[in-house]
């Protein structure tokens, strides 16, 4: 298939996820977080058809092991 088409667009994208969720857990291991996943468990996450980005940035934060939030954020109160 072409590139430029929605099957090629999603094989591009498709085979940029391990490199993405290999640079998500480096990150959060450089943040300082235990990761509380391993690598094929975020490219699950990263490959995932959840229609809102909200839940899954949530699970992918969750994840990756960063902790709940514990207070509202200063834009909240």
Known sequence: MAAGTPSGKRAELDAE???DAAGA???AVGAGVP???GQ???EEILRS???FVEDL???LLD????PEATSPSPREQ
């Open 17 to 19: 996820v391990p490199g």
């Open 25 to 27: 857990l480096a990150r």
């Open 35 to 37: 990761t509380g996943a």
């Open 40 to 42: 094929p468990r975020i």
């Open 49 to 51: 058809d959840e229609t």
């Open 57 to 59: 940035f949530d699970a």
């Open 63 to 66: 994840g990756l092991g960063f």
